[in-house]
Structures are given as structure tokens and as C-alpha cells.
């Protein structure tokens, strides 16, 4: 008979994830880490790694009762085939690879949120020389982007000159409207990029930072602050990926600021569970600009944990990464 697992973890290759097995004390329940290519379907087992009192145990399965999805983009095929084994409900993050135009129609739509949006938009050739007056400076990002690639800033300087910037920061200045508008529309075609008001952030010694708040389900099923960092970027960066420093947004901000950080993320949070997808787990990116407004400038699907070990806080990371399997515990009780 094949061992029964509650929980399992589903990745993008089957691997031992270390910071688990060194909370396996703190929380007793097997897990069972796998990945698509270890799931046998008709023989109704899964092949992958199983964590059990700290021991890694390797072989085949029974489909665990819960799943905590952590593949990115999240595979489908498999997430859908799951549902109909162990039930839709028992699986959380079946998304991770957010769209950035549904995510900003979803979370415009509230008003706890939508003051705290850049103005978003989905542009065309027609209507950008109208969006570049609008807004002097303007970000195209890719709509399922990750990771700031193929973002670029757009600043207009008159009405026949713009400057380009890469998420680099490198300037190129670009001459007469026939020769940018068609290159922008290149650079970003509008069926895979929206164009989004640009924010200027506020600096902390010449650097500019971003806060990113963890939002998480917890064992009573309920969205809270996981945990909390900021990325301080070199001053010419023109994003906050390419950073020289996470810090604890406490250094930066007042705490004050930072409630209403966790405010702002969890009507977030609410707003995208079950509408867009069943979630658990997503990560809400700010900048604050200069007169101390916060604005989203991304929601993530599938939050990097492994920034937080540089905040070296050990009561954070047991937080981080054991609220997921006690929200499993909750979906266990249902």
C-alpha cells in the first residue's frame, strides 16, 4: 500500500527544498515534494521526494489531499488533473504567472485598491503620441513579464524627442515621432505590453527602493503579512531588480506607513482570490513616491522566499514558509 500524504508541494523539477526540512521539528506532518513529470495518472501515484520526521524518502506516492502549487508558469495540465483527483478546492495557487493588464482590471475595480494604481492602459499606435503628453513619462512592461525583462521607460521631452531608457538605465534620446512611435510599437507591441504612468520613487541616499509586502493564507484560512523587505536599487537603475541591498522597509519608512502597506496588500489579495485564481500565496511590489503616496507597481504569483534570508530573521523565514502548510491544515478541515 502506498503511503498517504496530506500535504504536497508541486515544483518545477522534483527537489529537496532544504529550509523545510529544517523546520520539519516545528511542524510535524509529512510532505511530499513532486513535480508533473513524476505523476503517473492511470496508475494513480506520484513519483518524487518525501520529507518524513527530517529524512528525505524517495519513491511513489498516493496524490497528497492538498496541493500547494509552486510551479511557474503554473502547469495547467497537470493543476487540472489534479483537481479532478483530489478536488479543485484543495489546490492553491493555480496561478503564478499573473497577467499584468487582468491583474490591473481586477484590482481597479476596488476602491480600497484603485487609488493606489498607477493609470494602466493598453496602448496603440494611434493613441500613444495622446498617452506620451498625458503622462510625460511612461513604463511599458510586458504583460506576463517577470523579473523586469524587456521593461523600458519612455520620456517624452518635446513633441518630437523622446528618451529611452532600458531597465538598465542606459538613456538613448530618439528623434522625430515617424522614427520612435514605430520603434516603441517594436519594442512593446500592444498585444504583449501595457503601458503604465511612471512613478517616480523616493530615494534614500541617492537609491531608490521598492517594498514588497508577502501575503499569505494562514491556518484559519485567513490573508495576512507573511513577511515584509525592501530592495534599494543603485541610483541609476531604473528598477529595483537589479538591487544592491534588501533591508527591512522599517530603516526606511515610518510604521505607519507600513500598516497601511498591509491594508493596501490585503484588499489586493482579497480582490484577486477566486475571481482571478484560487491563491494563497502572492507578493505585492510598492514604491512610494515623493510626497509619501504608495502605488502598486506589481503583484507576483510566485514571491521569491529567498530574498528574505538576507534580512537574516529567523522568526520571519519560519513564518514565510510554514503558513502555506498550515493553510493546507485548513483546507484539511473543510
Do not use: C
Not at 145 to 174: C, E, K, M, Y
Not at 223 to 244: F, I, M, Q
Not at 256 to 271: F, K, M, P, R
Not at 283 to 293: M, R, T, Y
Amino acid at each position: 500500500m502506498r503511503r498517504k500524504v496530506d500535504r504536497g508541494l508541486m515544483l518545477n523539477r522534483v527537489q529537496r527544498v532544504h529550509p523545510y526540512r529544517d523546520l520539519w521539528r516545528e511542524y510535524k506532518a509529512d510532505l511530499l515534494f513532486f513535480d508533473p513529470r513524476g505523476i503517473d495518472w492511470e496508475g494513480e501515484r506520484i513519483r518524487g521526494l518525501l520529507l518524513h520526521k527530517g529524512r528525505w524518502l524517495e519513491g511513489y506516492f498516493g496524490f497528497p489531499k492538498t496541493v500547494y502549487n509552486r510551479t511557474f508558469p503554473e502547469q495547467k495540465e497537470a493543476i487540472q488533473g489534479l483537481a479532478e483527483k483530489i478536488g479543485k478546492e484543495r489546490i492553491f495557487n493555480e496561478r503564478t504567472h499573473f497577467d499584468k493588464w487582468e491583474v490591473y482590471v481586477h484590482l481597479s475595480a476596488g476602491e480600497a485598491v484603485k487609488n493606489h494604481l498607477p493609470a494602466t492602459y493598453r496602448h496603440t499606435g494611434d493613441d500613444l503620441p495622446e498617452l506620451l503628453r498625458r503622462h510625460p513619462s511612461v513604463i511599458f512592461k510586458p504583460r506576463l513579464g517577470h523579473g523586469g525583462a524587456g521593461v523600458i521607460q519612455v520620456t517624452q521631452v518635446s513633441d518630437n524627442a523622446v528618451i529611452l531608457r532600458s531597465g538598465w538605465g542606459f538613456p538613448v534620446p530618439l528623434l522625430g515621432a515617424d522614427v520612435f512611435i514605430p520603434l516603441l510599437l517594436a519594442l512593446a507591441p500592444p498585444e504583449q505590453f501595457i503601458a503604465q504612468e511612471f512613478i517616480e520613487g523616493m530615494r534614500q541616499g541617492g537609491s531608490t527602493f521598492d517594498i514588497r509586502i508577502l501575503m499569505q493564507k494562514n491556518s484559519a484560512g485567513q490573508w495576512e503579512a507573511g513577511g515584509e523587505l525592501s530592495r534599494v536599487s543603485r541610483a541609476p537603475n531604473l528598477l529595483t531588480n537589479h538591487y544592491h541591498a534588501i533591508v527591512s522597509p522599517s530603516e526606511l519608512v515610518p510604521q505607519e506607513l507600513l500598516s497601511s502597506l498591509h491594508a493596501i496588500s490585503t484588499a489586493a489579495a482579497v480582490a484577486l482570490d477566486g475571481p482571478f485564481a484560487a491563491l494563497g500565496e502572492l507578493g505585492v511590489d510598492f514604491l512610494i513616491d515623493e510626497s509619501g503616496h504608495p502605488w502598486i507597481i506589481e503583484v507576483n504569483g510566485k514571491p521569491d522566499k529567498g530574498l528574505f534570508w538576507r534580512l537574516r530573521d529567523g522568526e520571519v523565514l519560519e513564518r514565510i514558509y510554514l503558513n502555506p502548510l498550515e493553510y493546507q491544515g485548513h483546507l484539511l478541515d473543510l
